[in-house]
């Protein structure tokens, strides 16, 4: 079954610094991979996704996200965070088969500091 | 075009009500899911309808049902309510099942007591 794994609850940074936050997951087969924001009392914001092709996926926000199949990973970085980026963020894997559930990793909270 | 709609956002229940949650796909889209969010589980897939059809269901006691209106609005269902059916409950609709981008309503927080 696959899994996805978010090592790191709580990311805590400065404003205007870089940040990346890890994401692994593990599947027996081909997966769509995506990072998903959510913001206090609401739902999920889709941030970007890797479906095929090239590996460095730019999203909203001035988020990027690199694919590597050999270390089953997709991480999230920002080049210069602002206050308005501290939110919860998700990563979620479907697997290419007939169902294209997502499932999702535990979350980690990004908080920007002034 | 507007995004995902849930109603109601917010709703407290007692043990043992059922209760009735409904929400609205993005127009033109025909596949809704439904995901619980609880701060223990995280997110957790419910189940996913497609032309008034249940495609898929994840890993809930029978007491978590849905349907699929013709105009592709769902509703779930939750029956015999407990504490551990409190749960902020999203939607996410994509055009077609099997759709690998789906797009999130903004949930409904319910509240068992």
């Known amino acids: 079954a696959q899994s996805v794994t978010q090592l790191d609850s709580q990311v805590p940074v400065f404003e205007e610094a870089p940040v990346e936050l890890r994401c692994n997951y593990s599947?027996?087969?081909?997966?769509?991979l995506f990072w998903y924001v959510q913001y206090p009392n609401q739902g999920l914001q889709l941030l970007l996704k890797y479906l095929s092709g090239s590996t460095l996926v730019k999203g909203i926000n001035g988020f990027e996200a690199e694919f590597n199949k050999s270390q089953t990973s997709f991480h999230l970085r920002k080049p210069s965070v602002h206050i308005s980026d501290t939110a919860e963020y998700f990563c979620?894997?479907?697997?290419?088969?007939?169902?294209?559930?997502?499932?999702f990793g535990s979350g980690t909270r990004l908080l920007v500091r002034p | 075009k507007a995004g995902v709609t849930q109603t109601p956002r917010y709703l407290i229940k007692t043990r043992g009500q059922q209760v009735t949650l409904s929400c609205s796909p993005i127009s033109g889209h025909r596949s809704v899911s439904w995901y619980q969010q609880t701060p223990g589980q995280g997110l957790q897939f419910l189940f996913e309808y497609f032309s008034e059809t249940q495609r898929n269901k994840g890993n809930f006691p029978g007491r978590f049902s849905g349907r699929q209106f013709s105009n592709s609005r769902s509703e779930m269902n939750v029956s015999t309510l407990e504490l551990g059916d409190s749960a902020l409950y999203l939607c996410a609709s994509s055009l077609v099942a099997g759709s690998e981008t789906q797009y999130f309503g903004p949930g409904t927080r319910l509240l068992v007591l």
């Open positions: 599947s027996s087969v081909s997966v769509y």
């Open positions: 979620a894997v479907s697997e290419m088969d007939s169902s294209y559930k997502l499932i």
